[in-house]
């Protein structure tokens, strides 16, 4: 939120400077300067904010693929020792698998 005020005392010819140049960007002096002046983040960091969200994405994949292989595998386990169909089929509900 933007509540504080700048007061700057400049020579004619930087204030027509800064001017022409909001002008030709097409926005305010203020936004002109807060533009030019305001920490950005840099190349990197927001290349690392990229990267973590889509490591972030994959995780999630990669749990939901575990969780399903999982399921298989206590439904075949079942299986295998003779648990009868309906007993197996409670078992894959209880592990998220319909």
Do not use: C, D, Y
Request: hydrophobic share 40%; no cysteine.
């Amino acid at each position: 939120m933007k509540t504080e005020r700048v007061t700057l005392l400049t020579t004619p010819k930087f204030k027509a400077f800064l001017g022409s140049e909001a002008k030709r960007e097409g926005i305010s002096v203020a936004e002109l300067v807060r533009n030019r002046f305001e920490p950005q983040p840099s190349a990197e960091a927001a290349m690392i904010e990229t990267l973590t969200a889509e490591l972030a994405a994959r995780l999630k994949e990669a749990r939901t693929t575990l969780n399903e292989g999982l399921a298989e595998f206590h439904a075949w386990l079942a299986e295998k020792n003779g648990a009868p169909a309906k007993q197996r089929k409670r078992a894959a509900v209880r592990r998220g698998r319909a």
